[in-house]
Structure formats: structure tokens, C-alpha cells
């Protein structure tokens, strides 16, 4: 099991309270719990890793990527992503690689 760790902390700054109701770190340490329970390798990825710019076909990094750019097209190998599957694939390969 992957995941990226989030600076909550930072992330309460900016969008209040909603964050807070989230209980992300409760459920982080659940899932880690069951993760070890059931026998399973739970991986996290630092935050600083850099998930969502590079492009998971050629990894190529698009920097003039900003937060409002959902779908885009690698300007390198013109691969079509979502930004969300795109990060949620390099953070899987990231796992697999550790």
C-alpha cells in the first residue's frame, strides 16, 4: 500500500477547519495498522517526492504546471493525463521502486 504523506498542517492553513474534519492522520495510522495486521507492506512517500509534474510514461517534468491545470498533455512524448491519475501512477511506481 502507497500513499503520499500531506502536510496537514499546511494544508489547515489554507483550506481551515475542513482538513481538520478529515482526520487524515487517523486514518493514516488505521490503515497502517491494518496494513500490519493483515501482513501487508505499507509504504509512504515523502511529500516532497514530486508526484504530480512529472509525466508517469516519459518523466518528463512539466514545471509550468499549476494547481488550476486538471488534465494536461506531456509536452515531451504528448501523453494525455489526469492530473490526479497521473500523481496517483508516479506515487505507485515510487512504492515499487522503495
Not at 483550506?15 to 492522520?25: M, T
Amino acid at each position: 500500500m502507497c500513499f503520499e504523506t500531506l502536510n496537514i498542517d499546511g494544508m489547515k492553513r489554507l483550506w481551515g477547519r475542513k482538513v481538520s474534519d478529515l482526520a487524515f492522520y487517523q486514518f493514516i495510522r488505521l490503515l497502517d495498522f491494518k496494513c500490519a495486521k493483515h501482513d501487508k507492506t505499507f509504504i509512504p512517500i515523502g511529500q516532497w517526492a514530486g508526484t504530480t509534474k512529472p509525466c508517469n510514461h516519459c518523466k518528463y517534468k512539466n514545471d509550468n504546471l499549476t494547481f488550476s491545470d486538471r488534465h494536461y498533455v506531456c509536452p515531451a512524448c504528448k501523453t494525455e493525463h489526469d492530473r490526479d491519475i497521473n500523481a496517483a501512477i508516479n506515487i505507485k511506481q515510487a512504492g515499487l521502486a522503495a
